[in-house]
């Protein structure tokens, strides 16, 4: 081969590599982040050169990354706010991905049997109305259970998260002492307790802390082996966080909005789960980067035909069909 000719191959090579070679950057949601690990890791094994980077810094921080064009897409276990929506550089799209259960973790040595909480219960624990495990209410839930003379620890997330907007949405629709004085957020005033950065640590301080209890979402539970309670659910009935539960609250949703922007905690149904929520990845409209946008549009695709198949595994419940029929939709129209 003429040295002339062997450069001009050469070159053709490193340029397609080159072009072919693409990093793309997203955070916020730390709720889904062990489906989303997962689901980047085998998209850019399927597709060489493509690197997605996700940061879990929790709904709040990716919500202000991706309104504010730092990364190429973000993550919100809550829906944005018609402010923040109207707040933002670029029109943001929410793409719902999957359902998962937000589930009050507990630290309480020598009890084996698995707590039950009523709504108005969990609720005034968080408020400081019940603040010892011995409480006459708590005991009401749990008849026959030796409970101790214990000080209760409430642990709460200190960053701006989706999942404690999902566990104050499911408070402010069963109490009302907590929808007048604290509110529904991704941030809200606690009355009371101590913080943690990510369902991460706060299921690591409810893990090292005898007395404590947390709201996580399930995998972290199931992950670390710590005991979760049930809940008595719209119907009257005592559930815990499972993949049926949240399906069967999933269902409920008769008519989804063109937004996505839906709430189905304390959903109705004999066996709903009631602190379930969707989970959203938020696309800006245009994307930030065009050849990332159309990456991110293939894996959007990729999400519904190969990445559902694998919720259940990591304690995720998959899109309905009606919703995921609706999604292909939305995905078609992105640019």
Not at 54 to 59: F, H, L, P, R
Not at 101 to 122: C, M, Q, R
Not at 155 to 176: A, E
């Amino acid at each position: 081969m003429k040295k002339s000719t062997f450069l001009a191959a050469a070159l053709i090579v490193c340029t397609a590599s080159a072009g072919f070679s693409q990093k793309i950057n997203g955070a916020g949601a730390t709720f889904p982040y062990p489906i989303y690990s997962k689901w980047f890791s085998e998209y850019s094994a399927a597709h060489p050169g493509v690197e997605i980077n996700y940061q879990s810094i929790g709904s709040g921080g990716g919500i202000r990354q991706v309104t504010s064009g730092v990364v190429d897409f973000g993550a919100s276990d809550g829906p944005m706010t018609d402010e923040q929506l109207k707040g933002s550089k670029v029109k943001i799209v929410h793409i719902p991905t999957v359902l998962g259960a937000v589930v009050p973790i507990y630290n309480l040595p020598g009890v084996s049997t698995e707590l039950k909480f009523s709504p108005d219960v969990l609720a005034d624990i968080y408020l400081g109305k019940i603040s010892n495990w011995s409480d006459a209410r708590i005991a009401k839930d749990n008849p026959g259970v030796k409970l101790p003379s214990t000080d209760i620890v409430v642990v709460h997330r200190s960053d701006g998260s989706g999942t404690t907007y999902i566990f104050t949405d499911y408070l402010s629709k069963v109490s009302n002492d907590w929808k007048n004085s604290v509110g529904r957020n991704s941030a809200v005033p606690w009355p009371k307790g101590i913080g943690g950065k990510g369902n991460e640590n706060v299921a690591a301080m409810v893990r090292q802390m005898p007395g404590s209890i947390g709201y996580v979402e399930l995998i972290y539970a199931m992950q670390n082996k710590i005991a979760f309670g049930y809940i008595k659910n719209a119907a009257g009935n005592w559930v815990k966080g499972s993949i049926d539960g949240v399906t069967e609250a999933a269902a409920t949703v008769k008519q989804m909005p063109a937004d996505y922007r839906v709430s189905i905690t304390n959903a109705p149904g004999p066996n709903a789960y009631p602190i379930s929520s969707f989970t959203w990845l938020l696309i800006p409209i245009p994307p930030k980067d065009a050849g990332n946008g159309k990456v991110i549009k293939d894996f959007l695709g990729w999400m519904l035909d190969h990445g559902q198949s694998e919720t259940s595994g990591l304690y995720y419940a998959p899109l309905p069909k009606s919703v995921s029929d609706k999604v292909r939709g939305t995905i078609s129209q992105l640019q």
